[in-house]
């Protein structure tokens, strides 16, 4: 089972090296953990988890001002990015045509795309979540080897309410359908759900905010999920 931190804009240089050591004295080899770490806080070590990026700009370089390109990644090994999360579409306006320019060129240069999609509360209240997927889905290529697609109701990102185990199991098992890549869940996953989540049958596993930002935190969640229900 995968386990992904989006750490989002928490911590500094200094605390992620503290939060890095604990995981990686206590991750095994056999943990698939991935963080998403900001990108004042990369380092080029050997680590326990596969380090990643929130976010870029399809570019290698050049007159893109604020934004980090492939150089920049490729100086500390990075490979792995985040698209399409809901607070880079909602909060930062990111376009379904930036979405898929981000898309070819990170597939182009055959990087690990962790695409995320999810519907808002009132497209879910109105039954239209299967069919907004579907759409935000349409844009990239589904079967791109090195994608994972991660399912995200924006309602359940960071307001503690998880979608039920029920809710997780239909929408995996809809994406399914539409694709043969592994399928992830995130929105307030937690060390108390993660069990029932880990048991879904499409899920491969989990993309955690607010619970993966304290090291030991992320660490009981990762050994909950191991626990029998
Ligand atoms: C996220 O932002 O991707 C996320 C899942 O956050 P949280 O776990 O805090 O809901």
Redesign the pocket.
């Known amino acids: 089972m995968k386990f992904l931190a989006?750490l989002?804009c928490n911590h500094t240089r200094a605390s992620f090296a503290e939060y890095a050591k604990i995981l990686d004295a206590n991750l095994s080899a056999n943990d698939d953990v991935s963080v998403f770490a900001p990108f004042t806080a990369f380092d080029a070590k050997e680590h326990k988890f596969k380090l990643g990026a929130q976010n870029f700009y399809p570019c290698v370089s050049g007159a893109f001002t604020g934004e980090i390109g492939k150089a920049q990644l490729d100086e500390f090994g990075v490979s792995s990015v985040l698209i399409g999360?809901?607070?880079r579409r909602e909060i930062l306006g990111e376009s379904e045509r930036l979405l898929r320019a981000k898309f070819d060129f990170a597939a182009k240069n055959g990087w690990q795309i962790i695409y995320?999609v999810g519907e808002n509360l009132s497209v879910n209240e109105v039954g239209g979540t299967k069919e907004f997927l579907r759409t935000q889905l349409g844009n990239i290529d589904t079967g791109y080897a090195n994608l994972i697609v991660?399912y995200?109701p924006i309602w359940?990102?960071?307001?503690g309410k998880s979608a039920s185990a029920e809710q997780i199991a239909e929408i995996l098992g809809f994406l399914r359908t539409l694709t043969a890549v592994p399928l992830l869940y995130?929105?307030?996953?937690n060390a108390a759900n993660i069990a029932e989540i880990a048991r879904i049958r499409e899920c491969g596993g989990v993309?955690?905010?607010?619970?993966?930002w304290d090291a030991t935190n992320f660490l009981n969640l990762i050994a909950s999920s191991r626990e029998r229900i």
């Open positions: 989006n989002k999360h809901s607070e995320c991660a995200e359940a990102i960071g307001t995130g929105g307030s996953v993309l955690v905010g607010t619970a993966s």
